[in-house]
């Protein structure tokens, strides 16, 4: 057999979001074909893609090999962390009154750590920390401010590229540059509404 | 003839020194606000609106139209250079034309972007000023089961976009329908896969996922090989296309613009799907097709000129009708009721200056449209020059600002960055992003039009095939699903040995 | 051109920190731009109404009022915003039937406010009645017809702008009163659903004035009736359904709202500030032409009236099984 790792995960990505789909659809009324019910759609939806999910699971048995990178322990076990970890400081967040519980924050604090501890491993750095920057850019914007977030994110993101490490300036500058751009664009020209400095 | 005496009036309405004005800002904020990513012409005239109330109405409509296809030819711009779409309709452009600035064309994908937007551009106004009326009639004889079938070919043949395999793809649709579902039913107001969070009872935004799956996931995919970047950075290439190019780009122009005019007319999905169809039918018909996926200049030339064609004939049903085909026509509405002027089916007779003056500001602000963007080509190209740390930072940035200021909500950013690995989980998965997108879009004005038509024929799902239009177009989806099953099946086999 | 694309420097967030530091210690109101929350996308009549208001109430307070658009849920997340914002007076909402009537039936517990006790409600804007138009060629004139086509063996289908809308109860409100089910079609939004009867897909819609009118005087479509209480004076030759003999009515309405705790002084204020708004010969004629009817209540009399609409609307929202779970 020529297993096709790809296309068997993505088979398998389709089956199971199509089986949680169909089971959260029992809560919809399926209708009759004159007067479909608002679940009558999804689980035609959701079956068809079980049904394109078999065929590509099957298809995938034979037309491969198509292996996936190697992923290390480290970082197998980082991503794990990352997850658990985020799912549970969100949690806490979530209890704490104040800033960490008010609106989204407890899910922006929680993906924020999360993937931080997944960048820990410099083969998820690539991936988590743009993540974890733009999150930041979200936590930060309200309560402090558009010049503050920009600052923040670019630090945050600047990790993710070696680069950058080499060179402080260069972030400093781009820092500068990006501030002074972003307030022209948006909100000398544009005049979009978001609170510029810190708001206590 | 009428149409030339209209036609010069109109061109007497909008050559006034305050309207020639105010069309070039709308242009040139257009360009802008489709430049950026997230900003689109929806949050920026709901913002700009305010400051039309002191002006004429004809004046503010000329100003909030030359936004709207302003931003269609701005909207392009970074999804040629960045791969990030900022509207459904370029999502197409970033197929070919990313390509082809990763070849080091990124100057000619340009060109050809503006010149086919022009030109289609041009070509729809014209047909707009002379049979919008009769157009409009064919907007009318679309009923639900027609659009319903309208849809259901577009998702079949959107299947054509995945660069890889065609089952694999057809699952992404699908995948993208049931994101779709996600919201309030628009049939009983019941909420669907919301979870309880309110955010989501409109659905999940079109842009976080635009945003997401396509820019920050090409950010990651882009750190994750520094090999790759070194390659698209210094590679600036000629701005100029070669002659070879401008010949194959001339006839999908002229084909990308008929799809464009004919689909635009239709509201709801019409402006959607026309882009994507014109690059179905470049895929197939165009005689670069073989370098589809490689960066071929027919993919970008046909769907330009497509969306901004389509862009133009959106305004038929708004100003024959009154009736608005989709969020930014709505505004439009909003502001000439603002002015005191109900739009409505008489708005032709009763508002000449209106009418005519728009028609004729919409063709001088595609020249001026022409004439900003080309010289800037150049600039947008330099670019690419810019050190790709430097780089992915502001993109980073700009894109969060865009989707937080969709709708001041950080529930959104939160939202792009599921999205973000999602998109890099996808790549790695050999999963496309693009078919998944119009599926997206598509998928719940099906539900809508085949709930609706099921409704309105008691029952008896005959009516998809007793009328002509669907039926017509249920068989030509049937044909291409099977043209396209078909070879996928025995090419498996081949690729397995290749590989 | 920056100039234009930039709203007058007050208008900008830049600004509104630095005077906030300032000057509302000093209790003189208002000392800064004030945000008017609209609960619906931009362009729909809600917004135009909050916008026409806006820029009225701007001269005379003499501080920018920025619209701020904040759609989604059934018009509860924009005014769930304002429910929790601080009662400064600074923030507004357009309260409207859906939000403080409709959706919290609707909605149920997923509407994380009480639309009477977490407001401190202003002033009735304006109010628009419900009108039932036909298909010229549906051969529908009168409400009778509307009766007979409903218990012919093919039934009456009636478009309206969405489920859970105030025209949707309408319809199970009138199935409910004839002992007929009427076939509801649900749209996305007044303007497709016009779109389907100027096509003859759909024989009529349920549809509020404004965004009918238009249709109406170039007789792309027929008006049958107007369900509100009087002929209104723009379409005096149109019945209402009570005439007609359905003693049914139904407006749909806005207003404006602040968080509750805000300073009565405030409120009184504001209340004032609107009714001249709304007495002037501008706003008058705008409304006249959008067929709408400018609101006259006090602020007290608005707040009961929205106890009273919150009561009318919640057994209607159980009955039409327009409940969201």
Redesign the interface.
């Known amino acids: 057999m020529k297993l096709n790792t790809k296309d068997l995960l993505s088979a398998g990505l389709f089956i199971a979001f199509a089986v949680v789909g169909l089971w959260l659809n029992q809560d919809h009324n399926l209708g009759t074909a004159r007067r479909m019910g608002p679940g009558y759609m999804p689980m035609l939806t959701f079956w068809l893609l079980i049904g394109l999910g078999s065929f590509v699971l099957v298809s995938g048995l034979f037309n491969g090999p198509d292996p996936l990178a190697k992923w290390s322990s480290a970082e197998i076990g980082f991503l794990i962390a990352g997850a658990l970890a985020g799912v549970a400081v969100g949690m806490v967040a979530a209890r704490i009154p104040g800033f960490p519980s008010s609106g989204w924050n407890p899910l922006g604090i929680g993906l924020f750590v999360g993937c931080l501890v997944a960048a820990v491993p410099p083969g998820w750095r690539a991936l988590f920390l743009p993540s974890a920057a733009f999150t930041l850019f979200g936590l930060v914007l309200e309560p402090l401010g558009f010049l503050v977030a920009i600052t923040l994110t670019v630090i945050c993101a600047a990790f993710a590229d070696r680069e950058h490490l080499e060179r402080p300036l260069g972030v400093a500058g781009l820092i500068a540059f990006l501030c002074v751009l972003c307030w022209a664009i948006f909100i000398w020209y544009l005049d979009i509404r978001v609170p510029l400095w810190p708001q206590i | 003839m009428d149409l030339i005496a209209n036609l010069a009036h109109g061109f007497g309405v909008a050559l006034t020194f305050n309207n020639l004005l105010f069309c070039l800002i709308g242009c040139i904020i257009g360009t802008a606000i489709g430049v950026l990513p997230g900003i689109g012409p929806v949050a920026t005239i709901s913002l700009l609106l305010p400051i039309t109330f002191g002006q004429p109405a004809t004046t503010a409509v000329i100003m909030l139209a030359g936004i709207y296809y302003g931003a269609q030819y701005g909207g392009s711009t970074t999804a040629i250079l960045l791969n990030l779409p900022g509207e459904v309709s370029s999502v197409v452009t970033t197929l070919e034309g990313y390509k082809m600035a990763r070849r080091g064309r990124a100057g000619a994908a340009l060109t050809v972007a503006a010149l086919a937007s022009f030109f289609a551009g041009c070509v729809s106004t014209v047909l707009v000023a002379a049979s919008g009326p009769l157009l409009t009639s064919v907007a009318l004889s679309f009923g639900p089961a027609d659009y319903f079938s309208l849809m259901m070919l577009g998702l079949i043949i959107s299947a054509v976009l995945a660069q890889g395999s065609v089952v694999k793809s057809i699952g992404m649709v699908v995948f993208g329908v049931a994101l779709g579902l996600v919201g309030t039913d628009v049939q009983t107001g019941q909420q669907r896969f919301t979870f309880g969070i309110p955010e989501l009872s409109d659905g999940v935004g079109f842009v976080s996922i635009a945003m997401g799956m396509f820019g920050i996931a090409e950010i990651i995919l882009n750190l994750e090989k520094p090999e790759a970047r070194s390659v698209m950075s210094g590679k600036v290439g000629s701005l100029m296309m070669t002659r070879e190019e401008v010949r194959r780009a001339i006839p999908s122009v002229l084909r990308g613009t008929t799809v464009g005019s004919l689909l635009g007319i239709l509201p709801g999905g019409g402006a959607a799907l026309s882009s994507f169809g014109s690059y179905m039918m470049e895929r197939k018909v165009s005689k670069g097709r073989h370098e589809f996926g490689t960066g071929a200049i027919e993919g970008v030339a046909g769907p330009e000129a497509a969306n901004n064609a389509a862009s133009q004939t959106s305004f038929i049903p708004l100003l024959t009708l009154g009736i608005p085909a989709n969020a930014v026509m709505a505004l439009m509405v909003g502001a000439l009721i603002i002015q005191g002027i109900q739009p409505g089916p008489r708005m032709v007779e009763a508002q000449p200056d209106l009418f005519w003056g728009l028609i004729a500001s919409m063709w001088l602000g595609n020249l001026m449209l022409l004439i900003i963007n080309l010289p800037m080509i150049g600039l947008w190209v330099k670019l690419l020059a810019i050190p790709y740390r430097h780089m992915y930072p502001s993109i980073l940035i700009f894109c969060a600002i865009g989707v937080y200021s969709l709708q001041n909500n950080v529930f959104d950013v939160y939202q792009t960055v599921f999205f973000g690995l999602f998109g890099y989980l996808c790549s790695k998965l050999r999963l496309e992003p693009a078919p998944m997108l119009i599926g997206f879009v598509l998928g719940p004005m099906m539900e809508e039009h085949l709930r609706r038509a099921m409704l309105l024929s008691r029952g008896d799902p005959m009516v998809f095939v007793q009328r002509p239009i669907s039926a017509t177009m249920l068989a030509i989806g049937a044909i291409a699903l099977i043209a396209m099953l078909l070879p996928n099946i025995r090419k498996g086999k081949d690729k397995a040995l290749q590989e | ?2 100039s ?4 007058s420097v007050v ?4 600004a509104s ?1 630095l005077l906030a530091m300032g000057v509302v210690a000093e209790g003189a109101w208002p000392s800064q731009s004030i945000r008017l929350v609209v609960p619906f ?4 009549t809600t ?2 109404v909050a ?2 208001i ?2 009225g109430l701007q001269e005379k307070l003499g501080f920018s009022i ?9 018009a ?2 924009g005014s ?1 915003t304002v429910a929790r914002a601080a009662p400064d007076g600074y923030t507004l909402v357009m309260s409207n039937i859906a939000s403080h009537a409709i959706s919290p039936a ?2 149920g517990n ?1 509407v994380r406010y009480d639309p009477v006790k977490d407001f401190a409600h202003i002033a009735l804007v304006v109010s628009n009645p419900t009108v039932w138009v036909a298909n010229p060629r549906a051969g529908i004139r009168t409400m009778a017809d509307v009766v007979a086509r409903a218990k012919s063996a ?2 009456l ?1 009636v478009a309206t702008s ?3 809308s105030s025209n ?1 109860l309408l319809v199970v409100q009138m199935s409910r009163l004839i002992g007929t089910e009427i ?1 509801h ?5 007044a ?2 659903a ?3 009867v ?2 003859g ?2 024989p009529m819609m349920s549809d509020s004035l404004p965004s009918s ?3 109406i ?2 007789g ?1 479509v027929v008006a049958v009736g107007m369900c509100s209480a009087v002929r209104h004076p723009s379409f005096p030759d149109v019945p209402t359904f009570r005439e007609q003999g359905f003693p049914l009515e139904s407006d749909s309405w806005f207003g404006l709202s602040a968080p509750a705790g805000t300073p009565a002084p405030i409120i009184e204020r504001l209340n004032r500030e609107v009714m001249a708004l709304l007495q002037t010969a501008e706003i008058r ?2 409304f006249a ?2 067929g709408g009817t400018p609101g006259t209540y006090s602020a007290a009399d608005y707040n009961s009236f929205i106890i009273r609409e919150v009561a009318k609307w919640a057994p209607l929202v159980q009955a039409a ?5």
Do not use: C
């Open positions: 051109m920056r234009v694309a930039r709203r208008m900008g967030i830049g920190p996308a931009p362009g729909g917004d135009l916008r026409l806006a820029a920025v619209v701020e658009n904040r759609a989604g849920a059934g509860t997340l769930e609707v909605y997923k093919g039934g289908q969405g489920a859970g949707h076939t079609v649900p749209f996305r939004g303007g497709p016009m779109q389907a100027i096509a897909q759909v009118a238009a249709h005087k170039q792309s004629n705008r032409e959008l099984g327009a409940t969201a779970d």
